[in-house]
């Protein structure tokens, strides 16, 4: 006799950590296939990586691009209504008219898209010898906040880069979010320091989950992926943690913990607004 599993009736989030290569069809059947495991092992909520049907660089975006709604949200809507998840679909390179950017689709269970969010704060750094990138040489911004609503919480959404910017997940917490998701692909240099360090932050300081979901690491790529998908409580404690390796970590969020914990240390009411403010200008 098969076995039921039992599917959560709570907020269970999974991080798909999927190993990317260079053939699109492949990237896209095979992430899907760990939603598929992730959602059999009672997720709610899955998200994949940023550019998880593409290679992570300025010379793959072109070619792996689409229109949005397009070929790939299309898959991923079929796949959030036949699973009954909100699926956070990584991101994709976007093509819109003769501009790209790096955009993030979610879709609830009834697979309507609830978002579609472009990555505010591009990944444009110098450190000599060690790495230079340049995401502006193809991409263009976004330039509106990204959250979304479901039956749980609302949850913010950034990409990557974005996590580096407090102001950002401050004012995902100012408009209620409870969750904030970064998709994400850190490097060797950067990732070994700051990937962690910036997820346990944003936790921290928005006394949130943060989530952030970066591909499996490929020794071979042109741009190697520092993996270490991760889950932080808002307590700043990581409460789930990937390898480099292809795997999914799954994470029950607790709202109880989040209200205790803000209660117990209320910066959030503490805030001196007659002296300093955060403005949402939208
Ligand atoms: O901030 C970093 O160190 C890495 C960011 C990145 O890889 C990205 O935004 O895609």
Not at 72 to 99: F, V, W
Request: charged residues 25%; contains cysteine; hydrophobic residues 35%.
């Amino acid at each position: 006799m098969a076995t039921m599993r039992t599917v959560s009736q709570g907020l269970k989030i999974a991080l798909v950590q999927n190993l990317v290569g260079k053939n699109k069809q492949e990237n896209i059947d095979h992430s899907f296939s760990l939603v598929r495991k992730a959602r059999e092992n009672g997720a709610t909520m899955i998200s994949l990586p940023e550019c998880f049907q593409s290679p992570y660089g300025n010379q793959y975006f072109g070619e792996y691009a689409e229109t949005i709604p397009g070929y790939t949200t299309e898959q991923l809507k079929s796949l959030a209504k036949e699973l009954g998840i909100y699926l956070i679909g990584g991101s994709i390179p976007e093509r819109d008219g003769d501009k790209l950017y790096n955009t993030t689709t979610v879709f609830n269970p009834s697979g309507d898209m609830i978002l579609k969010f472009r990555k505010i704060h591009l990944f444009d750094i110098d450190i000599p010898g060690k790495i230079t990138f340049l995401e502006s040489n193809t991409l263009s911004s976004g330039s509106k906040i990204g959250y979304f609503d479901t039956k749980y919480c609302r949850v913010g959404i950034g990409i990557c880069y974005d996590i580096r910017f407090p102001e950002l997940a401050m004012l995902m917490n100012k408009l209620g979010c409870k969750v904030l998701i970064y998709p994400g692909c850190f490097n060797m240099t950067t990732g070994p320091v700051h990937w962690e360090l910036l997820i346990r932050a944003r936790a921290l300081d928005n006394q949130c989950y943060c989530c952030a979901v970066s591909q499996a690491r490929d020794d071979s790529a042109s741009y190697v992926a520092w993996g270490n998908s991760t889950v932080c409580d808002p307590w700043g404690e990581v409460v789930g943690k990937a390898g480099s390796k292809e795997e999914i970590i799954y994470s029950d969020i607790d709202f109880e913990r989040i209200e205790m914990i803000r209660n117990q240390i209320p910066i959030g009411k503490q805030k001196r607004n007659d002296i300093y403010e955060l403005k949402y200008l939208s």
